[in-house]
């Protein structure tokens, strides 16, 4: 019986470190939602195999949509173009280095572009904003993930199951 006992424990004991392993050791690449400066996951969208995503808002002056691209790589988002219908308040006038500007049926592109970043904020929209996060062509309004006008952060997190389980899951 003592013999039965012991064996079990050995079965056991790395069973149970299995689990823990598995449950908490961050493994899944997500662009995640982050509260603030803080690290509190809000909500993540899991990433495939395709590392590239758009944001889409309308723009508090002008009321056109703009549309930032940028694409995952390791620990960084890279911003590669930004498509806009006019000049205005806060928009650019011209690529730098480089990017490529250009003009196609009445939009204006900054292709070409290569701006990293670990991270970048953004305020989500309480009004007219209406910011949508684009991927694999399905588009997640952002405020129906997270409440209208917070701080978040967005950033490329490998992250475990646990926090799966705890943050809200944009993809379903």
């Known amino acids: 019986m003592k013999k039965w006992k012991i064996s079990f424990a050995l079965l056991c004991i790395p069973l149970l470190l299995f689990f823990v392993f598995l449950f908490f050791f961050p493994y899944k690449q997500v662009i995640a939602f982050t509260y603030e400066d803080q690290a509190q996951l809000l909500a993540y969208l899991s990433l495939e195999k ?10 508090s002056i002008h009321l056109s949509d703009v549309i930032e691209t940028y694409r995952i790589s390791d620990e960084e988002i890279i911003q590669t173009e930004l498509a806009y ?3 205005a308040v806060g928009m650019p006038s011209n690529a730098e280095g480089d990017e490529v500007f250009e003009e196609i049926a009445g939009t204006y592109y ?10 970048f904020d953004l305020r989500i929209g309480q009004v007219r904003a209406n910011h949508r996060l684009i991927y694999q062509n399905n588009t997640f309004t952002l405020s129906h993930y997270l409440k209208p006008g917070i701080w978040v952060r967005i950033s ?4 475990t199951l646990w926090q799966q389980l705890k943050g809200v899951n944009m993809n379903g």
Do not use: A, L, V
């Open 50 to 59: 395709d590392k590239t995503f758009q944001i889409q808002y309308t723009h």
């Open 110 to 119: 900054i292709k070409n572009m290569n701006r990293s970043f670990p991270f």
């Open 85 to 87: 219908e006019e000049f």
């Open 156 to 159: 490329p997190k490998k992250i």
